[in-house]
Nanobody
Framework: QMQLVESGGGLVQAGDSLRLSCAAS????????MGWFRQAPGKERDIVAA????????YYADSVKGRFTISRDKVKNLAYLQMNSLKPEDTAVYYC????????????????WGQGTQVTVSS
């Protein structure tokens, strides 16, 4: 099992940027696909972005393409989500997760989850 701790959330204005970090420990980080997900009140948890274990492949939801960038640092055991041009509709709790098999773009393939960090974007 991998332990994941998100940080970097906060309250920002529309158009601002934030960088979320996800610190991993426990199971080998370099073997895990990593994903960022978000859940707004009353809505399902949706995938935002994902990166394969190798770092060679990435996936983005259509709603964030061109604005968000996922990356990982295998030396520091960190995953990042750089969020630019934030919009009020990006407001949600953001979670990072680790998956070990299957399609890294699918939510159901993720096994270990962090506790989440709140991102609020005001208009």
């Amino acid at each position: 099992q991998m332990q994941l701790v998100e940080s970097g959330g906060g309250l920002v204005q529309a158009g601002d940027s934030l960088r979320l970090s996800c610190a991993a420990s426990g199971r080998t980080f370099s073997n895990a696909n990593m994903g960022w997900f978000r859940q707004a009140p009353g809505k399902e948890r949706d995938i935002v972005a994902a990166i394969s274990w190798s770092g060679d492949n990435t996936y983005y939801a259509d709603s964030v393409k061109g604005r968000f960038t996922i990356s990982r640092d295998k030396v520091k055991n960190l995953a990042y989500l750089q969020m630019n041009s934030l919009k009020p509709e990006d407001t949600a709790v953001y979670y990072c997760a680790a998956g070990y098999v299957g399609d890294y773009s699918k939510t159901y393939e993720y096994h270990d989850w962090g506790q989440g960090t709140q991102v609020t974007v005001s208009s």
